[in-house]
């Protein structure tokens, strides 16, 4: 059975950084595409960014380019997103999101990922 589950999140203040985990067990994590998604309160989940297994391609909501990296580590079986320049409105519960199948799916989409971890709360301070 496959389990993620995120770590990292916290308070910060507008302009810090924070570096969210996410672990996958139970499977092997080098056969699975991994995603990003958040939702603040009132809010409906959204897409944050997206990784194939190879790290060979990653993906970004436009408001996260430049300022979010998402990235993996095979070997620990962890995914990783590196958020910086952080700002009031990126407050949010944090999801990572795997894929059983890596390729031809929309990665923006929910419903393209087969497991959800539980979410970590990231509240960004002005």
């Known amino acids: 059975q496959v389990q993620l589950v995120e770590s990292g999140g916290g308070l910060v203040q507008a302009g810090g950084s924070l570096r969210l985990s996410c672990v996958l067990s139970g499977r092997t994590f080098s056969n699975y595409a991994m995603g990003w998604f958040r939702q603040a309160p009132g809010k409906e989940r959204e897409f944050v960014a997206a990784?194939?297994?190879?790290?060979?391609?990653?993906y970004y909501a436009d408001s996260m380019k430049g300022r979010f990296t998402i990235s993996r580590d095979n070997a620990k079986n962890t995914l990783y997103l590196q958020m910086n320049s952080l700002k009031p409105e990126d407050t949010a519960v944090y999801y990572c999101?795997?894929?059983?199948?890596?390729?031809?799916?929309?990665?923006?989409?929910?419903?393209?990922?087969?497991?959800w971890g539980q979410g970590t709360q990231v509240t960004v301070s002005s």
């Open positions: 990784i194939n297994w190879s790290s060979s391609s990653t």
């Open positions: 999101a795997g894929r059983r199948t890596p390729t031809n799916y929309n990665y923006k989409s929910l419903s393209s990922y087969d497991y």
